[in-house]
Every structure is written in structure tokens, then in C-alpha cells.
């Protein structure tokens, strides 16, 4: 039994989630030549390139068992999938926002005769329902940003993860109508009847995400000095120590702690008696 995989065959997201795939253990064959469907080096598994916006439906109708894909995506498409891991990376957010030079400085300040372009007319038409707006959308794909300077429109809803962009272009968020972030879905029937296989792919993602931002740090203790290098080592299931055979006096110790630790805890454990200490990154906790 097979399953395909679908990943975004350009744009932003395209080579995060291509490399979240490779060090998962599922490298493409033939990364390079970018086939519609691409051999992993398990048998088992394929991936299916396509475009982001359509991910969700195929997902959802089954031409994929699993895809990654944006919240914001899956939310505009309406699709029914089950959402398996958020990856980390990716996050944006759908905000409405108006010319700086505007009277829109919050939602109170929308007329219903206004007009507002967007790529996201779906949850725009929510947004403006929930917000008891009558407004003209206009549907665009590309250069939502210019709408309001060339007369298409008086707001625009768009992605943003900074707002840079949108202050560079002379616009102030109004509003924020959904928080997104790249994540693994999977097909509901393909759930049920690939289980495992699907389990398997998640929980070897799911390692990868766990490691990011890990170390595994190693080191030498004499054992005069190892409760005190113990008092200042955090790690995520305590101390691993084992014998030095060339040393009776001396112990190997090892620990996983978190990244943005080690900067400070290898100086406080050479200061404790350890030594010859090493970090290691970690490919995957599982």
C-alpha cells in the first residue's frame, strides 16, 4: 500500500518543506528533474508537486494522502482534512488594511460602499459577514497591494508576516482576520485505511520538529566533580552517564538541552569540573 505525499511545487514554501521531507528519512530520488511525482528512497511513498492553493483539495478528495500546505489556504478552500502537525515555519497573517493617508483607521470607520481586492475572497466574505459589511470584493491574484493606488479598490485584504511590505507600500493593517502557519493534513479516508504508513510519516516529521532546536551536549566529569556539574545540567530525561575504561576516576556524561542554552551552560559546566565537552546537533528525537 502507497501513499503520495503532495508539496508545494514552487514558492516560498517549497524548499522548507522539501527539506522537512529529507531529514525526516524521505529524500527525493529525483529532486532535481522536479517530476509531477517524484520517487522517495522509500518504496512505499511517493510526492506529488503542485500548486499550494490546490493542495487542500487534493488532500481532501484523496489525490494526495497527505500534503503541506497553509491554514490560510485550507480555510479559503473550505477543505475537509485533518490537520496531523503544525511545522513550524510559514506563519503569516490575512490582514484587512487601508492607504495610510485614509480615514480607515479600525473597522467602525468601513463604509458599505467601499470596495476591498484581495486573493482571499472566501474568508474576506466571511470576515466582512461577521462584521456586518456589505462590501464589493474583487478578486485578484497578484499585486494586491497596488489595488487601492490605481483605483481598484479602497482595502485590501492580504498575507503579511511582518508588515514591511505594507508599509512600504503606504498601508496600515486595520484588522487581522486569520493567524496561518504551514501544516501536515492528511486525507480522512486515507487516515483510516493507511494508518500506519501515515503515522510513520508524521512521527518521523514530528522528530525533526522536536530537534530543531536541540543539542546533545557530551562531556567528561571526574567523579569528584560530578554533583556539581548534575546541579547545573537541565536536560529532557536527566544525566546519562557511563564509565571512562582508560579512567576509573572519570565518568562520560550526555544530555539533550535546549539550543539557546548552550551558550551559558558550557561555561558553568567547565567551571563545575567538566571537560573535553562536546555539542552535537541532533537530527531527530523520537
Known amino acids: 500500500m502507497k501513499i503520495k505525499i503532495a508539496v508545494p511545487s514552487k514558492g516560498r514554501i517549497s524548499e522548507p518543506s522539501i527539506n522537512i521531507l529529507e531529514k525526516a528519512g524521505l529524500g527525493l530520488k529525483d529532486r532535481e528533474s522536479r517530476k509531477l ?16 492553493s490546490d493542495i487542500p483539495e487534493f488532500v481532501q478528495d484523496g489525490i494526495a494522502d497527505i500534503g503541506i500546505t497553509g491554514i490560510d489556504l485550507i480555510e479559503e478552500n473550505e477543505a475537509d482534512v485533518i490537520q496531523l502537525l503544525d511545522l513550524n515555519f510559514g506563519k503569516t497573517n490575512l490582514v ?5 493617508d485614509s480615514k480607515i483607521r479600525s473597522v467602525e470607520d468601513i463604509k458599505s460602499e467601499m470596495t476591498v481586492a484581495t486573493e482571499f475572497p472566501n474568508l474576506t466574505k466571511k470576515y466582512l ?11 485578484l491574484s497578484g499585486s494586491t497591494e497596488a489595488a487601492p493606488f490605481i483605483g481598484v479598490s479602497d482595502l485590501i485584504t492580504d498575507l503579511t508576516s511582518t508588515g ?11 484588522d487581522t482576520l486569520l493567524e496561518s502557519s504551514i501544516v ?29 532546536r536541540k543539542k546533545l551536549l557530551m562531556m567528561n566529569v571526574k567523579t569528584q566533580y560530578l554533583d556539581s556539574v548534575k546541579e547545573v545540567m537541565p536536560s529532557m530525561g536527566g544525566l546519562t552517564i ?6 576509573e576516576q572519570t565518568v562520560a556524561a550526555q544530555a539533550v538541552i535546549d539550543e539557546d542554552e548552550v551558550f551559558e551552560l558550557v561555561n558553568k559546566l567547565r567551571n563545575a569540573g567538566a571537560k573535553d565537552i562536546l555539542v552535537v546537533p541532533i537530527e531527530r528525537i523520537i
Open 242 to 247: 557511563s564509565d571512562v575504561l582508560s579512567d
Open 37 to 52: 511525482i517524484s520517487k522517495t528512497f522509500n518504496k512505499d511513498i511517493d510526492v506529488l508537486f503542485a500548486r499550494a
Open 129 to 139: 459577514e461577521n462584521n456586518n459589511l456589505n462590501l464589493k470584493i474583487v478578486k
Open 184 to 212: 501536515l493534513v492528511a486525507n480522512r479516508e486515507s487516515l483510516n485505511d493507511k494508518k500506519q504508513l501515515i503515522e510513520s510519516v508524521s512521527t518521523s516529521i514530528k522528530g525533526v520538529l522536536e530537534a530543531a
Open 164 to 174: 514591511t511590505t505594507l508599509k512600504m507600500n503606504h498601508l496600515e493593517i486595520v
Open 96 to 100: 484587512l488594511a487601508a492607504p495610510e
